[in-house]
């Protein structure tokens, strides 16, 4: 199938509250215009060298989202220009995006990623920790960021009661720091698993290799 025959196909599929994230991360130029020709304009990438290759040549209304783990030293690369930083995994990153933010005189919006997944390959703030952040957030400790809501990826596993628990937790998280302060994304759900997602409360999905094709590592 076309990216453009892709693209419709998940459109189709996601309810009105649902935002897309297109994860352009690998893919060329032509191919993110093309999904933005197509009325996208949200995208995701997961490396900052990446991101910063690209954007310059890409239409400047465009609102890219970080989603890849982010080292400190990198933040003031992005800071003047990135709508979404999703994968805030330490109280020291998020220290540091709001000193950026304030450097540019702007808010920057972030998600707080928690760890999900039994794997533990992935980066990721236990639920403590997130809560710990947020705690630090609503005492005004970061005024130049805006925690937005929480992203997580599920377990790499077709089990689906498996990817379904971890998303439930990350909900239930989700409403928990709801109560103490209004949050509008829980960013969750990717190709193989967003219908789980958006059904276990997901109002954001990260979908990569269903609209682009498969990622070609190689070159
Ligand atoms: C690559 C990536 C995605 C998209 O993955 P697909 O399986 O291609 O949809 C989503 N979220 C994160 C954090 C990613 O790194």
Same mark, same amino acid.
């Given at each position: 199938m076309?990216?453009?025959?892709?693209?419709h196909n998940?459109?189709k599929q996601?309810?009105?509250?649902?935002q897309?994230v297109?994860?352009?991360k690998?893919?060329?130029?032509?191919?993110?215009?093309?999904?933005?020709?197509l009325?996208q304009?949200?995208?995701?990438?997961?490396?900052?060298?990446?991101?910063?290759?690209k954007?310059?040549?890409l239409p400047?209304?465009?609102q890219?989202?970080?989603?890849g783990?982010l080292q400190t030293?990198?933040?003031?690369y992005?800071?003047?220009?990135?709508?979404?930083?999703?994968?805030?995994?330490?109280?020291?990153?998020?220290?540091? /995006?709001?000193? $950026?933010? !304030?450097k540019h005189n702007? &808010?920057?919006?972030? *998600?707080?990623?928690? %760890?999900?997944?039994e794997?533990?390959?992935?980066?990721g703030?236990?639920?403590?920790?997130a809560?710990d952040i947020?705690?630090?957030?609503?005492?005004?400790?970061?005024?130049?960021?805006?925690?937005?809501?929480?992203?997580?990826?599920?377990?790499?596993t077709?089990?689906?009661?498996? /990817?379904k628990k $971890?998303f !439930?937790?990350l909900?239930? &998280?989700?409403n928990e *720091?709801?109560?103490? %302060?209004?949050?509008?994304?829980?960013s969750?759900?990717?190709?193989?698993?967003f219908?789980?997602?958006?059904?276990?409360?997901?109002?954001?999905?990260?979908?990569g290799?269903?609209?682009?094709?498969?990622?070609?590592?190689?070159?």
């Open positions: 076309s990216i453009q025959e892709n693209y998940i459109k996601l309810p009105a509250h649902v897309l297109a994860v352009s690998t893919h060329p130029i032509p191919a993110i215009q093309e999904v933005y020709n009325g304009k949200v995208f995701g990438e997961n490396k900052v060298q990446e991101l910063m290759e954007q310059p040549y400047q209304d465009i890219w989202h970080l989603i783990h030293n990198k933040v003031k992005i800071a003047g220009f990135i709508d979404t930083i999703q994968s805030v995994d330490s109280a020291k990153l998020l220290s540091e /995006i709001n000193k $950026e933010a !304030l702007r &808010t920057i919006n972030v *998600l707080l990623q928690v %760890k999900i997944a794997e533990d390959s992935k980066f703030l236990s639920i403590q920790e809560k947020f705690d630090l957030y609503i005492n005004g400790i970061y005024p130049n960021v805006v925690i937005k809501g929480l992203m997580g990826m599920a377990t790499f077709t089990y689906e009661n498996q /990817i $971890e !439930l937790i909900k239930n &998280t989700f *720091l709801n109560t103490l %302060k209004k949050l509008e994304t829980l969750m759900g990717m190709s193989d698993d219908p789980i997602a958006i059904e276990c409360g997901a109002n954001s999905i990260r979908v290799s269903a609209i682009f094709g498969r990622r070609d590592y190689s070159k």
